[in-house]
């Protein structure tokens, strides 16, 4: 979500609209569009106020929200997957437990890599 104008220039552009300057001038003037405007006015006429809303949560719903608590989860079943966490913790899905390690610094397990055949030596080194 991007940042939101701060609250002297909502509060010059409706000073110019209440000075009776047309909303598309101001629009104009201000380098803003016509519907920011609008909704600005329309903010003002139901909470008296022109102030940004604040406080909103940032990303989506996040389902792990005490992390030193999923730290010691972590620690506790080191050994399982995330799928298999994803499990024991409940309403969560792997790649929100994925997301949540790499967040609290957590690196997992890498799958071991199996060799079906042995490399063959050099006949010229030996």
């Known amino acids: ?17 209440d000075s009776n ?6 629009a104009i003037l201000l380098k803003l569009a ?3 405007i609008k909704s600005w006015i329309k903010l003002r006429e139901m909470t008296g106020s022109l102030k940004p809303a604040s406080g ?3 990303g989506h ?4 929200t005490d992390l030193d ?5 972590v620690k506790k079943h080191d050994g399982d997957t995330l799928e298999e966490m994803a499990k024991k913790l409940g309403n969560v899905s792997d790649t929100t437990v994925g997301r949540v390690m790499k967040r ?9 890599m199996v060799i079906k055949r042995e490399m063959k030596k050099s006949v010229k080194n030996s």
């Open 1 to 17: 979500m991007p940042k939101p104008y701060s609250l002297d220039l909502r509060e010059k552009a409706i000073a110019l609209v």
């Open 21 to 26: 300057k047309a909303i598309s001038e101001v």
């Open 34 to 36: 016509i519907n920011t």
């Open 56 to 58: 909103y949560q940032k």
């Open 61 to 64: 719903s996040h389902k792990i």
């Open 69 to 73: 608590g999923f730290k010691e989860f």
């Open 104 to 112: 609290v610094q957590f690196s997992r397990k890498k799958r071991p």
